[in-house]
């Protein structure tokens, strides 16, 4: 079975501040992995996701994530955020081996509140 | 022109009615999803059809019963409503094959049972 943990339920950041959102993920088997936002009042939409080669993959809205094999982890970056990126982000991960469909397991998400 | 849309937006009714949620994707995926979100956020998936078969059914109650007349539609029929029904339903849909392909959600529905 596969699982996600997001260690921060909430990340404060100051406006142009950097930022890590932090994923582990636990699965016996190869995985992919993606991020997601959720804006308030809105359905999810992808900002990245890891599939194969480059660990590091950049994503939309300036975001990039570190594939850690290692560490099972992967982590969101933003060098410098703004108000508009306050929203929930929700790390997933799904088995590469699931029997022919996918199946997601999201995080419980982090909520990202940049101040101004 | 929306991806994926979900009727009602919103939806407040009482203990013990009837009522759906209608789903429709105009993006030729052969995979549809219900999720529920609770008042913590969390997202949980409830039902997966692929081409109108059903694939995932999650430990959800009986009173939840998707339909699927065609593969760009996944409807949600809920008897019995309960206040622990109240949350987000999110309609997604996704190509079928398990490669990593990319959900994509509905704005959701926001059912409140009183």
């Known amino acids: 079975a596969q699982s996600v943990t997001q260690l921060d339920s909430q990340v404060p950041v100051f406006e142009e501040a950097p930022v890590e959102l932090r994923c582990n993920y636990s699965?016996?088997?190869?995985?992919?992995l993606f991020w997601y936002v959720q804006y308030p009042n809105q359905g999810l939409q992808l900002l990245l996701k890891y599939l194969s080669g480059s660990t590091l993959v950049k994503g939309i809205n300036g975001f990039e994530a570190e594939f850690n094999k290692s560490q099972t982890s992967f982590h969101l970056r933003k060098p410098s955020v703004h108000i508009s990126d306050t929203a929930e982000y929700f790390c997933a991960v799904s088995d590469r081996h699931s029997g022919g469909y996918q199946k997601v397991t999201f995080g419980i998400g982090t909520k990202l509140q940049v101040i101004p | 022109d929306t991806a994926v849309s979900q009727t009602p937006k919103y939806l407040v009714t009482q203990m013990g009615n009837d009522k759906s949620i209608k789903c429709e994707q105009n993006?030729?995926?052969?995979?549809m999803y219900w999720y529920k979100q609770d008042s913590k956020k969390f997202l949980k998936i409830m039902f997966s059809?692929?081409?109108?078969?059903?694939?995932i059914n999650e430990t959800v109650p009986n009173r939840f019963s998707p339909k699927s007349p065609d593969k760009a539609h996944l409807n949600l029929h809920i008897n019995s409503l309960e206040l622990g029904d109240s949350a987000v339903y999110f309609c997604?849909?996704?190509?079928?094959?398990?490669?990593?392909?990319?959900?994509?959600f509905g704005e959701g529905s926001w059912l409140t049972v009183v």
């Open positions: 993006l030729g995926h052969d995979t």
């Open positions: 997604a849909s996704s190509q079928g094959d398990n490669s990593g392909n990319t959900i994509y």
């Open positions: 699965s016996s088997v190869s995985v992919y």
């Open positions: 059809y692929n081409n109108k078969e059903l694939i």
